[in-house]
């Protein structure tokens, strides 16, 4: 190119842009694994302790099938029988002397012993299937008289059908309900009551699970209050463990100091041979003590979440946050049909209540004579569904939603529930693959020899720390006290130490295991419903598990030492 007088120029060109440089991959952050998986590598884990944990039984007396101190002995293998080895008779009550059916029929088997004669299969494929099993099992598992647990067998069902069918009733029940606007109304009034005072309403809710928990052992009954108390904590500006923990800890400490709960401590004393009320006073002290401290412990979180947001373990999402601020913000007044609504949704929960509570058993122990009002014969998780779900229709025609509304509105409901329902059936094929493999009786002989021969305070001490995996391998409070106390009222004798000391250390045990073992319906189900992850609980929970561990052994050493 030329200037204006003809000399050549040479114009520069603008350098290239350079691409910009890729943006750096966002570190990969390690997630807690859903529940689902955690559930799935427990029961993996199980089902391979399975091949080192000797399978054994105790024998059973025939009066009570509580197992005779012993009299352990280790089951032989019915693959060894086949190959011509000696066979170990175990007699137990109603034992129909073979092998369980679905042993029978396993892949690969190729011995049916002969009647009398108690074996266990040890080949990987037999195994393989008890794995495999594992999730049908928790659903619809038939327990045979041998303690076996299979579909084909005859006997009790110890699936979770029941429970099963029971969150998803009440998943249905919430819903319908919740269509109305009457749920979310109540709590947002219910908000602005305790505006101020929400440590109040903390501590009321706590007490009040805390003495279901003592009575009657309330636990399972709790699963339809996790969906509700979660919008009520958040409204209130706290987060979803608060919400969580009102229930856990309020029924879980009441748990742990069961006064008259006739599932733990009614059996217990029975299999001990003594009275539900000896030892009274050590449990209400130490109900008392635990309880305080489970409502101390929630408030001071709550009001640290309160105070900085931050500090929250699970956080509070952004939506969580609108949704909160919705409730608490021009809530409107309740409608005459909403309040119907209301009214009939509490009756719905309190007959619930009520059914469950053995009210017969109780009036007895305390008065000697029958509940003067009337009560269900039969009441339990089948009777209790059928209840949500009719609720449910009635709650839809009150509310206008029609017959095709209605029905929408009942399955979408229980189709929301489906996950923590299927939790539960998950955390229940875990206990069948240790039931099937006889590794409890192994552990409870291991826990025989644990505490035989100590010092009345360290018995005391151990009988409580014993039963922790014991009440691990079965989440029955009721099977728990049938199978230990047989064994553990007798040693309490030897050591000189009360066996209302040992009932106390059993049900102290299976209600503390209760607040974070994965093979619980309740925890793992609550919290899917709360929507808080299991390493989060575990996180938050620690330290209260802490401070009862060492208040529990305290209460227990210092009674023995002193009594």
């Avoid at 952004?318 to 005459?336: E, I, N, R």
Wanted: one cysteine or more; hydrophobic letters at 50%.
């Amino acid at each position: 190119m030329t200037d204006s007088r003809g000399t050549a120029t040479l114009i520069e060109r603008p350098p290239a842009e350079q691409p910009p440089a890729p943006p750096e991959a966002p570190k990969k952050r390690f997630r807690f694994p859903t529940a689902f998986t955690v559930l799935f590598l427990v029961l993996v884990l199980v089902w391979v302790a399975s091949f080192f944990v000797p399978a054994g039984k105790y024998k059973t007396d025939p009066a009570t099938g509580s197992p005779v101190p012993g009299t352990y002995q280790k089951l032989a293998s019915c693959s060894a029988i086949a190959a011509g080895g000696t066979a170990l008779v175990v007699d137990s009550a109603g034992e129909a002397g073979g092998a369980p059916a679905d042993a029978q029929s396993a892949p690969g088997a190729t011995v049916t012993p002969e009647p009398g004669v108690n074996c266990v299969d040890t080949s990987f494929t037999y195994r393989f299937k008890q794995l495999w099993d594992a999730p049908p099992n928790g659903l619809y598992g038939v327990e045979a008289t041998n303690g076996f647990v299979g579909p084909w067998e005859g006997g009790f069902l110890y699936g979770s059908a029941a429970i099963f069918l029971f969150v998803l009733a009440v998943g249905a029940f919430i819903t319908v309900t919740m269509k109305t606007e009457a749920i979310q109304t109540g709590i947002g009034r219910l908000a602005l009551r305790f505006r101020a005072s929400g440590y109040v309403l903390i501590a009321i809710l706590m007490t009040i699970f805390a003495i279901g928990g003592t009575t009657y052992g309330m636990w399972e009954e709790t699963l339809g209050f996790f969906v509700l108390l979660a919008p009520l904590a958040l409204a209130l500006h706290y987060d979803r463990i608060v919400a969580a923990s009102i229930i856990f800890l309020g029924a879980g400490s009441g748990v742990i100091g069961s006064t008259v709960n006739p599932f733990s401590t009614g059996v217990a004393s029975d299999a001990a041979g003594i009275s539900i009320g000896v030892g009274m006073g050590l449990r209400i002290a130490l109900w008392v003590v635990v309880v305080a401290l489970a409502i101390g412990y929630v408030i001071w979180y709550a009001r640290r979440v309160n105070r900085d947001p931050a500090k929250s373990i699970v956080g509070v999402s952004p939506d969580d946050a609108a949704d909160a601020q919705k409730l608490v913000s021009d809530v409107p007044k309740l409608t005459g049909r909403q309040k119907v609504v209301l009214l009939l949704f509490a009756l719905t929960f309190l007959t619930m209540i009520y059914g469950f509570i053995p009210w017969n058993d109780l009036w007895q122990e305390g008065f000697g004579k029958n509940f003067p009002l009337p009560t269900f014969s039969d009441f339990y998780f089948p009777e209790s569904a059928a209840l949500f779900l009719v609720m449910a229709v009635v709650i839809g025609l009150i509310a206008r939603l029609g017959e095709e509304g209605t029905v929408t509105t009942i399955v979408a409901g229980a189709g929301d529930f489906l996950g923590a329902g299927l939790i539960i059936v998950l955390a229940r094929g875990i206990t069948v693959v240790m039931k099937n493999a006889y590794m409890t009786d192994t552990i409870l002989h291991w826990m025989e020899n644990a505490v035989s021969g100590s010092s009345s305070g360290a018995f005391a001490i151990l009988a409580f720390i014993v039963n922790i995996p014991i009440a691990f391998l079965v989440p029955s409070s009721s099977g728990h006290a049938a199978l230990v106390m047989p064994i553990l009222a007798p040693l309490a004798d030897f050591a000189n130490v009360s066996r209302a000391l040992v009932v106390t250390a059993f049900q102290s045990a299976s209600g503390f295991v209760n607040l974070v073992t994965p093979t619980s319906a309740v925890i793992m189900g609550g919290l899917a419903l709360s929507k808080v992850g299991y390493d989060k609980y575990l996180r938050f929970v620690w330290p209260f598990l802490a401070v009862v561990f060492v208040v529990v052994c305290a209460f227990l050493g210092i009674s023995a030492a002193t009594s």
